[in-house]
T-cell receptor
Framework: DVKVTQSSRYLVKRTGEKVFLECVQD?????MFWYRQDPGLGLRLIYF???????EKGDIPEGYSVSREKKERFSLILESASTNQTSMYLC?????????????FGSGTRLTVV | QKEVEQNSGPLSVPEGAIASLNCTYS??????FFWYRQYSGKSPELIMS????GDKEDGRFTAQLNKASQYVSLLIRDSQPSDSATYLC??????????????FGQGTILTVHP
């Protein structure tokens, strides 16, 4: 019954590395989102996509990029990882205008940059 | 001013009591409102959605919406220790380019003690 899958639960990377976080959903949702969650700061939107090859910046896009080549897959890329990107990363998907179901979240990836 | 603001926690209630969680939002055109529960180390899960003014009940949970006051709340009756979690209020942005984005509050930590 898995609906939104994030490729890694825990990840440790070195400063300066290029990091790929993958998210796959099997619900045929148009919208996909990447958030990061930090204590005291809540969920902050990094990027979102409302269609294949379409993307929009969220509130904190600096240092990140995204790719959506297929409807079911939305990748978050850290171009050159830095220690301040250590965080919990959450992927979510939804219907257009989210409908009555809001978002469905993946299980999250806890990234540590050393 | 934060777009979505939740009452500061943590909130501690005894088992069997009513827990009251509050949320205000700044965008008067917001149309859809959601409450998510997040256990420690887990991803958020949807527990309630509400669109119209008034109350919406689902088991022990009641969501209340007052659009004139830009206020949404969640009541948990007969609180149980298993309700101990962080509760996130989320508001769907209005407007044609919103694509169903949700803006989250910072969360309220609820502890139900036996």
């Amino acid at each position: 019954d898995v609906k939104v899958t994030q490729s890694s639960r825990y990840l440790v990377k070195r400063t300066g590395e290029k990091v790929f976080l993958e998210c796959v959903q099997d619900m045929d949702h148009e919208n996909m989102f990447w958030y990061r969650q930090d204590p005291g700061l809540g969920l902050r939107l990094i990027y979102f996509s409302y269609d294949v090859k379409m993307k929009e910046k969220g509130d904190i896009p600096e240092g990140y990029s995204v790719s959506r080549e297929k409807k079911e897959r939305f990748s978050l890329i850290l171009e050159s990882a830095s220690t301040n990107q250590t965080s919990m990363y959450l992927c979510a998907s939804s219907l257009p205008n989210q409908g009555p179901y809001g978002y469905t979240f993946g299980s999250g990836t806890r990234l540590t940059v050393v | 001013q934060k777009e979505v603001e939740q009452n500061s926690g943590p909130l501690s209630v005894p088992e069997g009591a009513i827990a009251s969680l509050n949320c205000t939002y700044s965008d008067r055109g917001s149309q859809s409102f959601f409450w998510y529960r997040q256990y420690s180390g887990k991803s958020p899960e949807l527990i309630m959605s509400i669109y119209s003014n008034g109350d919406k009940e689902d088991g022990r949970f009641t969501a209340q919406l007052n659009k004139a006051s830009q206020y949404v709340s969640l009541l948990i009756r007969d609180s149980q220790p298993s309700d101990s979690a962080t509760y996130l209020c989320a508001v769907a942005n209005a407007g044609g380019t919103s694509y169903g984005k949700l803006t989250f509050g910072q969360g309220t930590i609820l502890t139900v003690h036996p």
